[in-house]
């Protein structure tokens, strides 16, 4: 299910007052420039030549227009961020960067962006070449985490290496924004014949107004004649009708153990994730088919319906999901799901276990197969 994109946008101040930190670094030409400029000075000094003591100050001079012009290039600027609403593992994504130029009359060149996600820059960077005064210019780069659950983006690094190329000057803005990455959704075969946990009334697919075929009978005076089964009427030599089901019985639920033994390692770290992958995939699944589906971990329940409300909270609770560590885990289903009053769901468990899959679903997370019972 792909929501309406959506994004958020994260200003960088302008100006010294916001600037957290500034640095400043030789390039490999610097590092030869001002190794020169030292050379020339000590046999100006050493000699007393004037040829000598004329280059160097105007060595001298290149490198002090090349920090006046880097601070003047820098000043002003204003750097905006805007994130996408829905994001999800192992899935590009772009972010977009805007630059403003804020200056009245001296534009910005050669201006270098790096985005900041818990203190470390990302290795993407965004660059702009010139920024006119009062100019606003936007770019984007792409990106992807391999990891679900919240990332904290700090603010940005903007460098510049105007004019000479002799020094990296670099200001760190503060313009904190927060992004959840939901877990991957994967396509799902549900096989039809696999028990599932159901609790309250076991009740059949009814007949109703719904929109998945349940059987077919002998027409009636009235039927919708749209609904006749025309191939199966001329087999038969009479009239069959279609019937379907009732909406009421388009209810599903998903529930995703969070309870894990204490004895863990890496593979049961990556079985973890699948678990997560998995229950996400079934919820959309479902709801793509139009169902109307309940996400259930732990004590906490998510209703999904059909129209997509929901979906986002569900998704994002199991982006944030973190699993209870416990003592040996049974082999049965943990924590039965409690019938509510008017609870009629076929629930789908979800648990990370090793070993080899007992279903037809993505391994590394499994389907329970355990017999249909009532829960206690």
């Known amino acids: 299910m792909t929501l309406p994109f959506v994004p958020r946008r994260r200003r960088a101040p302008p100006g010294d007052a916001h600037l957290r930190t500034r640095r400043l670094r030789f390039t490999r030409e610097g590092r030869y420039f001002v190794g020169l400029t030292l050379g020339v000075g000590f046999a100006a000094i050493n000699t007393g030549n004037n040829l000598l003591y004329l280059v160097l100050g105007m060595m001298l001079s290149l490198i002090v227009v090349s920090g006046i012009l880097s601070e ?49 820059p990302l290795a993407k960077k965004c660059y702009f070449l010139k920024l006119p005064p009062g100019a606003r210019q936007n770019t984007s780069y792409r990106s992807e985490f391999t990891r679900r659950g919240l990332y904290r983006y700090r603010g940005f690094h903007v460098a510049t290496r105007f004019p000479f190329a002799f020094f990296v000057k670099t200001y760190a803005f503060e313009a904190p924004d927060e992004l959840v990455v939901l877990p991957a959704i994967n396509p799902v075969d549900v096989p039809e014949d696999v028990p599932v946990l159901r609790t309250g009334p076991r009740d059949r697919p009814r007949r109703g107004a719904g929109r998945d075929f349940h ?72 709801h793509r088919r139009g169902y109307d589906v309940t996400l259930a971990l732990g004590s906490r329940r998510f209703r999904v319906a059909p129209d997509a409300r929901g979906l986002l909270a569900a998704l ?61």
């Open 72 to 120: 003047l290039t820098l000043k002003g600027l204003v750097v905006e961020r805007s994130l996408p609403r829905e994001v999800h593992v192992r899935s590009p994504y772009l972010t977009s960067i805007a630059v403003t130029n804020g200056k009245r009359r001296l534009a910005s060149f050669s201006v270098q962006i790096e985005d900041l996600i818990e203190g470390h």
């Open 215 to 286: 059987g077919l009978r002998p027409h009636r005076e009235g039927d919708d004649a749209r609904d006749i089964h025309w191939k199966r009427s001329a087999r038969e030599g009479r009239l069959v009708t279609r019937e379907y089901e009732t909406e009421a019985a388009r209810r599903v639920g998903v529930r995703l153990e969070t309870r894990v033994e204490a004895e863990t390692g890496a593979d049961v770290a990556l079985a973890l994730e699948r678990a997560v992958d998995l229950a996400a995939s079934l919820v959309v699944h479902h």
């Open 316 to 376: 994002r609770a199991l982006a944030l999901l973190q699993f209870e560590v416990t003592g040996p885990v049974d082999p049965e289903p943990l924590s039965p799901v409690r019938p509510t009053p008017h609870d009629d769901l076929r629930w789908w468990v979800v648990r990370a276990e090793r070993g080899q899959p007992r279903t037809a679903l993505p391994a590394g997370a499994r389907l329970l197969t355990t017999p249909v019972r009532e829960a206690a």
